[in-house]
């Protein structure tokens, strides 16, 4: 075992839509038995990335092998090695849970009595049985995310997509799914997953890309990516305007670091190493006599990463009906 | 509030090298067969949860049937009795054209649902997601066949073919439905929406249809458009079912029918794999 190769390897995967350019030449090599994360806004060519290395979507240019499979020579044995849960959950509405395992399973070749022993051990692990037998139509969305990597891990692949995986659910089905795709890896599963969420790829990923506009502009461990905006963020509304410079003087003097500012007036961000460190700021800005309206701690956000890694912010919010980066989603729905 | 325990396998999965190994380069002969099957199955199970795919195939053959018998016949063959040995197998290649061209707007709604994303990403045969419905979908076109000529037999109409000129005419309906549903599959996997297979299907049925020899016998018609219904493979197949039922004769037009339904086949179905394909 000692020239095999990596679950993924891909090399300047290019993908383009008329002439939106949605991924441009990005590289990725996934390790086994990892969690690889990839991290980015909307549209920022996640899911196209994805779709490529499952067949889903040609690559216009570059190079993608999985497990050292060629994707784009060998789209049916790349098939046999991967399964897919996309952002938009895949299983046919027309059929009960119980039924819809039972198709997949009998599609890959699983003998009909064997297909329903699957469908029955999956329905169980993913805690489904109780609804077995009603239509997807009165699933919840945690439930339909379930049966949807159900329906990925009947072949048992040896790598497994997952697009957003928890995009949409509340926080406690959230941490099932999370508690799932680590059950996968223990078992030997190799695990390539996209999010918006800094907190998800941190709680899960072993290394990250962060992609930006079909780029990729970092890589590297969770612990990596956060040294570059500290641990934690202090957010600060100033009573007065005035005090702007003052309280920037502060900042700098007592943690070597520029606070960032936000658009709104008044206000500041200032990244902290640890959260035990917002008190000193605050003694500090009362010596100086700055007076504050509002203060918050809370962890990093994408958008403070992206500040930090591209200098720009995700853009998530400002134009998302006239960004051409908006194309993408609409495409992918069209399909 | 109960809560949800997800409980892991833990049981490993081997090298992933083995898998590797273990994958096929393409899917054989003996797998596309049985997944159209399976294909199939999933189709007859939603047709039994929308029972309104039965409604055109239920209600089409008993309404025209008995209206174009009884508007048409003493016009044509001056009398409605004369006029079914005409009629009933025009209505029969008329209501066959009109049920198989619902396969290509269901395959476009079809596509655009999320399970359509699984299908491609699984390792099926690409013309698995497509065969199948078309297999299930003769359990539709053998419904309108058997009524159509069930209504045939309650208006007074005795086929001179007897049972077996029957049974052959009901069959060669059925394939001849079963082929032509293959242009409608590709226009499916080719169309931007529903809507636009639905209008583009209008188009195609209306004139295959009535530019035949269906309803009225083509020597009455002006020398251009006999020249059309002549090569219409419509026509073939309206005069060999009139050939099986009317005599029970497997005649040369039997044969063209058959020709006919072969080369529509072989032409659209590798059609819509391929536009099927590029759909992804």
Redesign the interface.
């Known amino acids: 075992m000692t020239q095999?190769p990596p679950?993924v390897r891909a090399t300047g995967l290019v993908k383009t839509f008329g002439d939106f350019t949605a991924v441009d030449g990005i590289d990725l090599e996934v390790r086994?038995g990892e969690i690889f994360g990839v991290l980015g806004p909307n549209g920022a060519g996640k899911t196209t990335v994805l779709r490529m290395l499952?067949?889903?979507?040609?690559i216009d240019e570059g190079h993608a092998e999985i497990?050292?499979?060629d994707v784009r020579r060998?789209p049916?044995?790349i098939?046999?090695?991967?399964g897919?849960t996309?952002q938009?959950?895949?299983?046919?509405?027309?059929?009960t849970a119980r039924?819809n395992l039972w198709?997949?399973g009998?599609?890959?070749?699983v003998s009909g009595k064997e297909a329903h022993a699957t469908a029955e051990r999956l329905l169980?692990?993913?805690?489904l049985d109780e609804a077995a037998d009603k239509?997807i139509s009165q699933f919840s969305g945690g439930m339909r995310r379930?049966l949807d990597l159900a329906?990925s891990l009947i072949s048992?692949?040896?790598?497994i997509f997952l697009d957003e995986p928890t995009t949409g659910l509340d926080p406690r089905t959230r941490g099932?799914m999370w508690?799932?795709i680590r059950?996968?890896v223990?078992?030997?599963?190799?695990v390539l997953l996209t999010t918006q969420y800094l907190d998800e790829a941190d709680q899960l990923a072993d290394r990250i890309a962060v992609i930006d506009r079909g780029r990729k502009v970092a890589e590297g461990t969770p612990d990596e990516l956060k040294a570059s905006v500290g641990n934690s963020t202090l957010q600060l509304q100033l009573a007065e305007d005035a005090d702007q410079a003052m309280a920037i003087e502060v900042v700098r003097r007592l943690l070597h670091e520029e606070p960032v500012l936000t658009p709104e007036s008044g206000r500041m961000n200032v990244a902290l190493d640890e959260a035990d460190r917002a008190a000193d700021v605050l003694i500090a800005l009362r010596q100086a006599g700055v007076s504050i309206t509002s203060v918050s701690v809370d962890k990093p956000t994408l958008d403070e990463v992206f500040l930090a890694i591209t200098g720009h912010d995700t853009g998530q919010d400002a134009d998302e009906t006239d960004d051409p980066r908006s194309d993408e989603l609409t495409l992918e729905v069209a399909? | 509030m109960s809560t949800?325990?997800?409980?892991?396998?833990?049981?490993?999965?081997?090298d992933?090298?083995d898998?590797?190994a273990?994958?096929?380069?393409?899917?054989s002969l003996q797998?596309t067969v049985?997944?159209t099957v399976?294909?199939a199955?999933?189709a007859t199970?939603?047709m039994r949860?929308?029972p309104e795919q039965f409604f055109d195939v239920t209600l089409q053959p008993l309404l025209f049937t008995a209206m174009f018998t009884y508007i048409f016949g003493g016009a044509v063959s001056g009398s409605v009795a004369n006029y079914m040995p005409i009629i009933i197998p025009g209505i029969l290649a008329q209501t066959a054209l009109t049920t198989c061209m619902a396969m290509g707007t269901q395959l476009r709604e079809d596509m655009d649902?999320?399970?359509?994303?699984?299908?491609?990403?699984?390792?099926?045969s690409r013309i698995?997601p497509l065969a199948g419905p078309a297999l299930a979908d003769v359990i539709r076109y053998a419904i309108a066949a058997t009524l159509t000529i069930l209504v045939g037999l309650a208006m007074g109409y005795r086929p001179g073919g007897g049972v077996g000129g029957t049974v052959a005419g009901w069959a060669l309906t059925i394939v001849a439905a079963w082929s032509l549903a293959w242009i409608f599959t590709w226009l499916g996997t080719v169309a931007r929406s529903a809507q636009a297979v639905q209008g583009i299907s209008m188009l195609i049925m209306f004139p295959l249809s009535f530019m035949s020899n269906a309803f009225v016998q083509e020597d009455t018609m002006p020398g251009w458009l006999q020249t059309f219904v002549k090569v219409n493979p419509v026509s073939h197949v309206v005069t060999a079912v009139r050939d099986l039922l009317n005599h029970g004769q497997v005649t040369g037009e039997v044969g063209w029918a058959l020709l006919g339904c072969v080369v529509v086949v072989a032409v659209f179905a590798p059609l819509s794999v391929r536009s099927y394909k590029r759909?992804?």
């Open positions: 095999s679950a086994r499952a067949t889903l979507l040609s497990f050292g499979v060998e049916h044995r098939r046999q090695l991967l897919v996309g938009y959950a895949s299983v046919d509405e027309n059929l039924e198709l997949f009998r599609l890959q070749g169980g692990q993913f805690a239509p379930r329906a048992r692949p040896p790598l099932q508690d799932t059950g996968l223990a078992d030997g599963c190799t399909r | 949800i325990t997800i409980t892991t396998t833990r049981d490993p999965i081997g992933p090298m898998v590797v273990r994958a096929h380069a393409r899917p797998d049985s997944q399976t294909m199955w999933r199970k939603k949860r929308n649902k999320g399970v359509f994303d699984r299908f491609k990403s699984l390792p099926i698995a759909h992804l």
